[in-house]
């Protein structure tokens, strides 16, 4: 019964930012690995960034280093996305997913095949003039 919702989408001009949530139910008491992937339009779903319950390490992805960042709220249900300075490029889809008692290292899980086996429906990004 686990369930993620994202909300924050929304459509901003470049250079703007915008800030996602992940709001996260029936994890339990387990450990996991959550994050943030996205799907622009006609391309691959790709892994952005992603954190760890264990020791809250994070892994994140190249092309959006010193621009997004992940963190988790208080008490660990909710999970935020800070995108700044976004350009027309990072519009797309944006979906949270979790593994729950993830065997593999964060990186692998937040890269491809994203071995995650629980998906939100994601939220809508648009940047544009």
């Known amino acids: 019964q686990v369930q993620l919702v994202e909300s924050g989408g929304g459509s901003v001009q470049p250079g703007g930012s915008l800030r996602l949530s992940c709001s996260a139910s029936g994890i339990g008491l387990n450990y996991y690995t959550i994050g943030w992937f996205r799907q622009a339009p006609g391309k691959d779903r790709e892994g952005l960034t992603c954190?760890?319950?264990?020791?809250?390490?994070?892994w994140t992805r190249d092309s959006v280093k010193g621009r997004f960042t992940i963190s988790t709220g208080n008490n660990g249900d909710t999970v935020f996305l800070q995108m700044d300075t976004l350009q027309p490029e990072d519009a797309g889809v944006y979906f949270c997913a979790v593994k729950i008692r993830p065997v593999l290292p964060l990186f692998r899980l937040c890269g491809p095949p994203y071995g995650m086996d629980h998906w939100g429906k994601g939220t809508l990004v648009a940047v544009s003039s």
């Open positions: 954190i760890s319950s264990i020791d809250s390490s994070t």
